[in-house]
């Protein structure tokens, strides 16, 4: 009877052991619940909760614990709202080493499958077959990584589907201000005269890509519009001819000139005059062996050199220090042979490239979004030369730490994002390929007509003009439908 005591009195504390473990570990789900509802759209708790270490907390629980499997996606949640539109939180976040969120199969090995919405509700679901780890990771990353398009083997993961800029997952992002001019950023690479390499940070891509339009297409420039035709007796047709004329870049800037609308008589503020009168001969006295055609005939390749600017009005005082006349002497306009010519006046108007393409000003204006090469696991020996070589030149490299050789990334920005490495089974759960949602590398080029970094600048600030005209309309619309209350 004793010992039957003794075993109910060691059983019944061996449960009040368990009882309180089991309550302790549930008031720590409970306290990263709390944590999260108050952070939620509170920079103010935000900011307290990471003085009073409750950051901390959260990311001390962002890892699977046998005694609560699912603390781990509470954490996440909490996360989320803790980091939120607040920089100092993100930058907090980067410094701690164990913040980072780790990929833990456990969930998907038991066939289960965790969604947790945006109040932090969670869901469990059986599953016929086991989820993919690198699934799970793409849709349980932490905030800072939601910032992140991740390239997997055979699709691309978190691309943004929101219907307003930096919106993820339809969830409800608060746009600041403030926090839009700390974020936003531009660093020039490279400028030549005819080329630009920069980079545009902390923007949505609808912006980048109303830059990259209002480049190609709303940049005005002059450009050669009417070609009166007076003789061509040359193989080309004439409205081949002319069309090769108009595609031209002229040097003369289009500030100096006035629109000319349908119906305006051609004068000196709105118009530039080109002639071209050419007329293909024989070179006497060259031997009948000769075969290249320069040496047998004048004339025998019409170049935009041919091309003369004709001033009217003021023009010449207006552009003696820079002549108007093509941007490049050697563009190829025809061929003629002896007994042909050309015979025309060229008119040049301004334009934009939303009316014809000759009007643009560049010759190309693309983006692309920097790429994130992340190296979860070192990768060394020989496998590292290997992993080298999945990449373009430059992009990764070999270098020796601690007598061991270490594949490091060096300069992401080289990278074309081609999935090489994810092809090869040794680097399964060691890379991760990434592209940063709001660092968009610009490459643009110039035709010559208008420096690259003046492109840029007149871009900017026809934007500035659409949004000023925008926010007008927007103020009188409000203003019109209070005034109909």
């Known amino acids: 009877a004793q010992a039957s005591a003794a075993t109910d009195e060691q059983q019944n504390k ?31 708790m935000q900011d307290l909760m990471r003085e009073l270490d409750g ?22 949640v909490a996360l989320k709202w803790l980091l939120e539109n607040n920089k100092a939180s993100h930058d907090y976040v980067r410094g701690v080493e164990n913040g980072k969120l780790t990929l833990d199969p456990s969930i998907a090995a038991s066939g289960i499958q965790v969604d947790v919405d945006d109040k932090g509700k969670l869901s469990l679901k059986k599953t016929d077959e086991k989820e993919d780890p690198h699934n799970i990771l793409a849709r349980t990353m932490a905030l800072e990584d939601r910032n992140r398009v991740v390239v997997l083997k055979d ?10 800029p ?18 936003l950023d531009i660093k020039i690479i490279r400028v030549t005269p005819t080329d630009i390499e920069f980079d545009l940070i902390g923007v949505d891509a609808s912006i980048a890509n109303a830059l990259r339009r209002i480049l190609i297409a709303e940049i005005p420039t002059m450009a050669i519009e009417k070609v009166y035709m007076i003789n061509n007796t040359g193989i080309m047709q004439d409205e081949v001819l002319a069309h090769r004329l108009g595609l031209i870049p002229i040097l003369a800037d289009p500030n100096e000139f006035q629109w000319k609308r349908s119906g305006d008589p051609p004068t000196d503020q709105n118009t530039i005059v080109f002639k071209l009168d050419v007329a293909c001969k024989a070179i006497p006295n060259v031997p009948e062996s000769e075969t290249d055609p320069k040496k047998k005939y004048e004339n025998s390749s019409i170049y935009s050199s041919h091309i003369v600017w004709e001033p009217k009005g003021d023009q010449e005082i207006r552009f003696a220090n820079s002549p108007v006349r093509p941007i490049h002497d050697d563009i190829l306009v025809t061929k003629l042979r002896p007994g042909q010519v050309i015979n025309c006046e060229l008119h040049c108007e301004k334009g934009i490239g939303k009316d014809h393409a000759k009007f643009s000003p560049v010759a190309t204006a693309s983006y692309r979004l920097l790429p994130d090469i992340q190296i979860l696991e070192d990768i060394t020996g020989e496998d590292a030369e290997f ?39 040794q680097f399964d759960g060691k890379v991760r390929l990434t592209r940063v949602r709001d660092h968009f590398i610009f490459n643009v080029e110039s035709t010559g007509t208008i420096a690259p ?33």
């Open 166 to 183: 930096m919106g993820f997952d339809s969830e409800d992002v608060p746009f600041h201000l403030e926090n839009f001019r700390d974020g």
């Open 453 to 485: 970094e003046m492109l840029v600048s007149q871009a900017l600030d026809i934007l500035i003009e659409k949004c000023d005209i925008s926010k007008a309309a927007l103020e009188r619309a409000v203003k019109g439908s209070e005034e109909d209350e």
């Open 155 to 164: 699709r691309v993961e978190n691309i943004s589907g929101a219907d307003y």
């Open 55 to 76: 950051l901390s907390l959260v990311l001390d629980n962002m890892r699977i614990d046998d005694n609560h499997p699912f603390i781990k996606e509470y954490a996440v």
């Open 387 to 425: 992993f080298r070589g999945c990449f373009p030149p430059g992009v990764v490299d070999v270098v020796e730490e601690n007598g061991v050789r270490t594949a490091r990334v060096v300069n992401p920005r080289k990278d074309t994002v081609s999935r090489e490495v994810l092809r090869h089974k």
């Open 14 to 44: 061996g449960e009040s052991q368990a009882t309180s473990i089991k309550r302790l570990f549930m008031f720590k789900c409970d306290l990263i619940q709390i944590i999260g509802n108050l952070s939620y759209k509170s920079t103010a």
